[in-house]
């Protein structure tokens, strides 16, 4: 059973620079990409940021651009979200997902939980 586990959300203020964690488990995903999404209240499920396989390829929403940078760890199955100079409009429940294809553009077919950051000015 696929599982990923998303850890680093809640309240944080704009200034400060979390970040977010995804551990994978029950299949290894060594070979695909992996990605953020967000999805604010009232809006739809919208790409963050993306990761090829060997980190080779990333892409980024315009909206993060040069604020959040996505990294990974084949080895400890788990990729980051390093998130920086936080704006109000991130608020948001962020999903980590997983992809069959190795590169970032997907598409993304297993998904974690989500966690939940809202940012305070």
């Known amino acids: 059973q696929v599982q990923l586990v998303e850890s680093g959300g809640g309240l944080v203020h704009t200034g400060r620079s979390p970040r977010l964690s995804c551990i994978a488990s029950g299949r290894t995903f060594t070979g695909s990409a992996m990605g953020w999404f967000r999805q604010a209240p009232g809006k739809e499920r919208e790409f963050v940021a993306g990761i090829s396989w060997n980190s080779d390829t990333t892409y980024y929403a315009d909206s993060v651009k040069g604020r959040f940078t996505i990294s990974r760890d084949n080895a400890k199955m788990t990729v980051n979200l390093e998130m920086n100079s936080l704006k109000p409009e991130d608020t948001a429940v962020y999903y980590c997902?997983?992809?069959?294809?190795?590169?970032?553009?997907?598409?993304?077919?297993?998904w974690g939980q989500g966690t939940q950051v809202t940012v305070s000015s």
């Open positions: 997902a997983a992809s069959d294809l190795p590169g970032p553009a997907g598409p993304y077919s297993y």
